[in-house]
């Protein structure tokens, strides 16, 4: 490859990445806030508290039951709620290790049938802290 090429090719690659750097950062500046629970911190914005409290007792009674089915034990990892997009997501995160739950509902109920988003998210999403727990124990 020559250097016109290799240039074209890093100028194409930011471009796509640009979008991704633009949604992760905040439209301004809020008050957060954080629940902090023996496994967990929610953290969220001050007009979230009451789905925040909500979650940190779910993700809770969760704990117990998600990682003794697959034999792991993570360490506490920071949960951020957020409530400005429009997207129904969620991710879990390995560097830096946290997870990132949007609260607005997927409005598609074909899929997700009369569960309500903010209890099945973290079910989901706690699968994956403990595969990824699994990947920093012993050899398997």
Known sequence: MNKISICRLTIVFFVAMMPVQLQAQ????????????????????????REAQRM????????????????????????????????????IYTAPRHGEFHTFPMQDYNIIGAGEWLQL????????????????QRFN
Not at 121 to 136: I, K, S
């Open 26 to 49: 905040e439209l301004s500046p809020t008050q957060w806030h954080c629940i902090s629970t023996p496994h967990f911190d929610v953290i969220f914005i001050g007009n979230l508290s």
């Open 56 to 91: 940190a007792n779910t993700l809770e009674h969760l704990y117990g039951p998600v990682f003794q089915s697959m034999r792991a034990q993570p360490r506490k990892i920071s949960i951020i709620l957020r409530n400005q997009g429009v997207t129904p997501n969620a991710a």
């Open 121 to 136: 998210t973290p079910l989901h999403e706690l699968r994956h802290v403990a595969q990824y727990a699994q990947l920093h």
